[in-house]
DNA sequence: TGAACATATGAACAGATGCTCATATAGTCA
DNA sequence: TGACTATATGAGCATCTGTTCATATGTTCA
């Protein structure tokens, strides 16, 4: 007969259900959840991320290391930006970008290694 | 003169751009991690995948839990599915779905570590 | 100030994505 | 087998995304 209550809330006796619902964040951090791993979830922003993770650049290091055009890498580190993933400081005509978090490398490594370990 | 230099490989004394081209994974690593990522950014999969990070269920306790369409759950549960991040077993006709690979746990957590963060 | 380098950005466009609607497939039981 | 529940799927559509192209802004130095 299936659990089709939708939005009355929970019955007694769905423990099942009650813990799934009690594992779902609420709205707001699923949205940053989900707004990082968007970040990430592009080869070039990946590329750009991973680049960083091994210390600060500045966009022309980033293009000659992602191999993506400077228009491209420019328009994503201003996402990054907006999003609070990278900073940036200027140094001369140069702007410098580091990762703004330590969670993000930690992310990118863990993903690696899952992906490492596909058969 | 910045380091213009695309498709050339590396010249001496970038030491920098050097580690950034270590830190870069390969194509094919990156395309498994950005894809783990891609599932990880969308409010509905992450719903799912979290919700399934507390045990098994089934799809109408999926489309119960997280309040999205049937027809939804069913679609991207086959996206999850193709993806290898969830596997099902029949039960009657209910399709019980499990988080295949405990790395997808790890990474929920770590972002909405990063998440709770935020100022 | 003007030339040259470095970075940013707006517009436009093609392709990807996620949803709904309608319907198909599958399993259970009388 | 037929009715009923559970799940899957194809088509169509509106929206989002990432790139390129052209150009603007910013910075240094002669």
Same mark, same amino acid.
């Given at each position: 007969?299936? +659990?089709?209550?939708?939005?009355?809330?929970?019955?007694?006796?769905?423990?099942?259900? =009650?813990?799934?619902?009690?594992?779902?964040?609420?709205?707001?951090?699923?949205?940053?959840?989900?707004?990082?791993? #968007?970040?990430?979830? =592009? #080869?070039?922003?990946?590329?750009?991320?991973?680049?960083?993770?091994?210390?600060?650049?500045? @966009? #022309?290091?980033? @293009?000659?290391?992602?191999? $993506?055009?400077?228009?491209? $890498?420019? *328009?994503?580190?201003?996402? &990054?930006?907006?999003?609070? &993933? $990278?900073?940036? +400081?200027?140094?001369?005509?140069?702007? $410098?970008?580091?990762?703004? =978090?330590?969670?993000?490398?930690?992310?990118?490594?863990?993903?690696?290694? *899952?992906?490492?370990?596909?058969?």
């Amino acid at each position: 007969m299936g +659990r089709q209550q939708k939005s009355e809330g929970k019955i007694e006796g769905f423990e099942q259900v =009650d813990a799934a619902l009690a594992a779902i964040p609420d709205e707001e951090l699923i949205f940053s959840a989900t707004e990082i791993f #968007s970040a990430l979830s =592009d #080869s070039t922003r990946f590329r750009i991320l991973a680049a960083l993770s091994a210390g600060a650049l500045c @966009v #022309s290091d980033l @293009v000659c290391a992602t191999d $993506v055009s400077q228009s491209a $890498v420019s *328009h994503q580190l201003r996402l &990054l930006r907006d999003k609070k &993933l $990278v900073s940036m +400081r200027r140094d001369g005509q140069r702007a $410098v970008y580091t990762l703004a =978090d330590d969670h993000v490398k930690q992310l990118i490594d863990l993903a690696l290694q *899952h992906a490492a370990e596909e058969e």
